[in-house]
Nanobody, 126 residues
Framework: QVQLVESGGGLVQAGGSLRLSCAASGRTFSSYAGGWFRQAPGKEREFVAAINWSGGTTYYANSVKGRFTISRDNAKNTMYLQMNSLKPEDTAVYYC???????????????????WGQGTQVTVSS
């Protein structure tokens, strides 16, 4: 199985940017599809973005499309989430997730992922 560790969260002003990283260990990350989810206080964990094993296919929630970019570097066993034009409503704990598959189909349901990181806090001030 794979272990995931997020980093890069923090406090940023509205309109600013952050880049989250998700470092994978334990298995070759290139055989896993990945995703980012977030959970705000009192809310359900929601889908943010997903990427297939090669990085050639990506999906985004409508709320972040055009502002966030998911990517990966399989040589470094790392997945990223570049977040630009941040808004206060982006404030949440961000989690990375993975599933061992070479399928490129859309996965936005948390139950479709087998492995999760511990989360990193992102706070956007107005």
């Amino acid at each position: 199985q794979v272990q995931l560790v997020e980093s890069g969260g923090g406090l940023v002003q509205a309109g600013g940017s952050l880049r989250l990283s998700c470092a994978a260990s334990g298995r070759t990350f290139s055989s896993y599809a990945g995703g980012w989810f977030r959970q705000a206080p009192g809310k359900e964990r929601e889908f943010v973005a997903a990427i297939n094993w090669s990085g050639g296919t990506t999906y985004y929630a409508n709320s972040v499309k055009g502002r966030f970019t998911i990517s990966r570097d399989n040589a470094k066993n790392t997945m990223y989430l570049q977040m630009n034009s941040l808004k206060p409503e982006d404030t949440a704990v961000y989690y990375c997730a993975a599933i061992q598959t070479t399928s490129s189909r859309y996965r936005a349901n948390r139950s479709e992922y087998d492995f999760w990181g511990q989360g990193t806090q992102v706070t956007v001030s107005s």
